[in-house]
């Protein structure tokens, strides 16, 4: 069992609940390592292909759901 110290080393302080919530949605779900772009009305997902970005796009509602995202999601391949 980690201790409060390590896990409070590992947690990126900076980073929205969010963002670290999508990051690890694709981990979890799809295997990859995501680079999302934080604009003030957006976040845009980056992935590696496009027939990832279809799955994503037809789950999106559920990622916005799951994730609770405040902002528009957008998915780009790239």
């Known amino acids: 069992m980690d201790s409060i110290k390590n896990l409070l080393q590992k947690k990126n302080l900076d980073e929205p609940t969010e ?3 999508l990051k690890r949605y ?3 779900s799809y295997a990859f390592e995501p680079k999302i772009k934080v604009g003030e009305t957006d976040i845009t997902l980056f992935v590696p ?3 990832l970005a279809t ?5 999106q509602k559920d990622i916005i759901k ?8 957008s998915i780009r391949i790239g």
């Not at 799955?55 to 789950?59: A, C, Q, T």
């Not at 799951?66 to 999601?73: D, V």
């Open 26 to 28: 694709c981990i979890d």
């Open 19 to 21: 963002i670290t919530a």
């Open 55 to 59: 799955e994503l796009r037809m789950r």
């Open 66 to 73: 799951r994730c609770q995202l405040t902002k528009k999601l």
């Open 49 to 51: 292909n496009g027939i």
